[in-house]
């Protein structure tokens, strides 16, 4: 079955530090992929989302590639700021498939002023 | 209203009791979905619903917990005689599955529910 595998946390940095989240995934079809951030207290929100290969989706100065050969969605942001601090999970959604979008476990970023 | 809206946002309860949790999705949403994030947990999925039928209830841990959906919009999950292992935030998405749809879920804030 489809499976999404992000790195573990907490990831911590400074203010303006560059920032990479690892994800990676499998599936058998043609996954949509995304990014959920969900801040302290509230649900979740979407982040950014790429639907096809080699796709880049961005928002907010955070930007992810969806590499097919690497299968992977990695997440950077160049200069990161304190209120970027929140969970952020990784997640695929292929709708020739199941239509229960796949998450992995979240990432905890903490940035430190 | 615009976004996905559960109720109630908090819940305290004694173990044993029955409790429900109210999602209302967003107006022509088609598919309904419950997730339980226990702390420092990821996302597990409990039941997932298109219109009002659940095609996949094999998230849901035991047979305390249901959920119905009815009108193709609001969606209630009940757990009867809860259990501490139960205290979680309870999070409903709902999402278009039609036409060009990418798979994005919408999500409420979460309820957070307390056995004692």
């Known amino acids: 079955g489809d499976s999404v595998t992000q790195m573990e946390g907490p990831v911590t940095l400074s203010e303006e530090a560059f920032l990479t989240i690892n994800c990676t995934y499998t599936?058998?079809?043609?996954?949509?992929l995304f990014w959920y951030v969900q801040y302290p207290g509230e649900g979740l929100q979407l982040l950014l989302k790429a639907t096809k290969a080699d796709d880049k989706g961005s928002n907010k100065g955070f930007e992810a590639t969806y590499r097919k050969e690497t299968t992977s969605f990695h997440l950077e942001k160049g200069s990161v700021q304190v209120s970027d601090s929140a969970v952020y999970f990784c997640?695929?959604?292929?709708?020739?498939?199941?239509?229960?979008?796949?998450f992995g476990r979240g990432t905890s970023l903490i940035v430190h002023p | 209203g615009a976004g996905v809206s559960q109720s109630p946002s908090n819940k305290v309860t004694e173990k044993g009791k029955d409790v429900e949790l109210r999602c209302d999705p967003i107006s022509g949403h088609t598919a309904l979905y419950w997730y339980r994030q226990s702390l420092g947990q990821g996302l597990e999925f409990l039941i997932y619903?298109?219109?009002?039928?659940?095609?996949?209830k094999s998230g849901l841990p035991s047979d305390r917990f249901s959920a119905e959906r009815t009108g193709g919009s609001v969606s209630t999950l009940t757990i009867q005689r809860t259990q501490q292992e139960d205290s979680a935030v309870y999070l409903c998405?709902?999402?278009?599955?039609?036409?060009?749809?990418?798979?994005?879920?919408?999500f409420g804030e979460g309820s957070r529910l307390t056995v004692l």
């Open positions: 998405a709902s999402s278009l599955v039609e036409g060009m749809n990418t798979g994005e879920l919408f």
């Open positions: 619903f298109q219109g009002n039928s659940a095609p996949d």
């Open positions: 997640a695929l959604s292929d709708l020739r498939g199941s239509y229960i979008p796949t």
């Open positions: 599936a058998t079809g043609y996954p949509s």
